[in-house]
């Protein structure tokens, strides 16, 4: 049937590799069948397998590529070229790789409509590009703007220099829990964003294809780490993300192969929902009768992880991508993203079926012997990389100063490998 339908797209380019033949005006020849190499030569021509290909989502590329070597070789050629994150991002920026080499030093995170757009390989003229930065990290990311030409236009509560609205000396061996041992984070029910600390918008005026463009870019400041925030988006439509060195879609098959969405209580952002039903997706306020049995849309009560074996992940070329630095002397090296060591689980509320909504469970791990703060779906991993760190940061904070300090995040890993294990 597929094989079928791959031909019926391909009925408009027979003439391309048929016979030569004489028509008679007024008695059409009879098409011919299609030569037993046809198929090899579709899938050795990229101008003419992109064209068959550009409208297959990203499960029936997959599909394809499965059937045989010449078409699992045509599809990986397509999707080096239709996911060339340089040339997406060559938009906003000049130097793709300087804003890379950014996002490995700072683990700067893409996500929003950009993230969408190209994961989907579409495009929205009006859209801006949202950045999303951990504690710590947004003076550099904003410095880092200012240097390329793109100028802070501050909202009314804002001052006029963006230096003036965030401080260039961040201490992260400042206590991150309180005496109850609960994070240090405020939450404020009436922001858009309980777990956002700020957004800074950025702007430029370019030209491109001789029209006059401003380009608009957001840095949200993540009050706990970008994951956390980006799991309490106002639909999961738009979980998606890019790294440096990555792309992940945290929900591909709702949101690419059935374009629908679930909205997730709490966001108040009905006109962002708005927004995307009007872009084609099909947004529920509570799960559908069959959401629940069709896990494989949401994956209720399943502990999910970035990158795990549920999200489509696209590895990006880091060709000419500056890594990450060492945090310290002593400290270990990692080359990871820190965004791919965090998780969530969507579980379901409410007492009937009528009214189940989703609510998006994470544990948070913030401690000073962690360069980064993490959200685990898993608390018992979250309570024993919690214990350890008491004992490790007794030390820490005994024995070293802010210039020497040591930080354990190569050990993330290890602990979920561990805690895998024992499960």
Known sequence: MFVHDILLRLA???????????????????PRPLPAHFLQEVFSTAPIYDLIFCDLSPRTLVWLSRTCRRAHEAVTRFIHRAYNINRHLSRYFPDPLAFRSLQARTGLVISGSNALQFLDRSFYPESDLDLYAHPGHVYEALEWLDSVGYKFKPEQWQQEDWRDEVPADWDGTAKRIDRHGEMMINRDPDM?????AGVYTFTR????????????VQIVASKCNPIQTITQFHSTCVMNIITFDAAYSFYPVATFEERMAIQIPGSNRLDAVAKYVKRGWRVYAVFGPDHVTRSQRFLLNEKRWVGDRHCWSIPLDTTGVTPRPVLSLSSEPFSWDPSIQNGWTMVCEGDSP???????????????????????????LA????????????????????????????EIPRFRALSSHEQ
Request: neutral net charge; aromatic residues 14%; proline residues 5%.
């Open 12 to 30: 408009p380019l027979q003439s391309l590799f048929a016979y030569p033949h004489h028509c008679i005006m007024w008695e059409p020849e009879l």
């Open 354 to 380: 009528s009214n189940h909504v989703p609510h998006m469970r994470t544990h948070l791990v913030m401690t000073t012997i962690f360069r980064y703060n993490y959200s685990f779906p898993d608390l018992k």
């Open 205 to 216: 005026i370019v030209t491109i294809d001789t029209e006059t463009v401003t380009l608009k």
């Open 192 to 196: 858009v964003y309980s777990d956002v």
């Open 383 to 410: 309570k024993q990389i919690r214990r350890w760190s008491l004992f490790q940061g007794q030390l820490n904070h005994s024995l070293l100063s802010r210039e020497n300090w040591i930080w354990f995040d190569a």
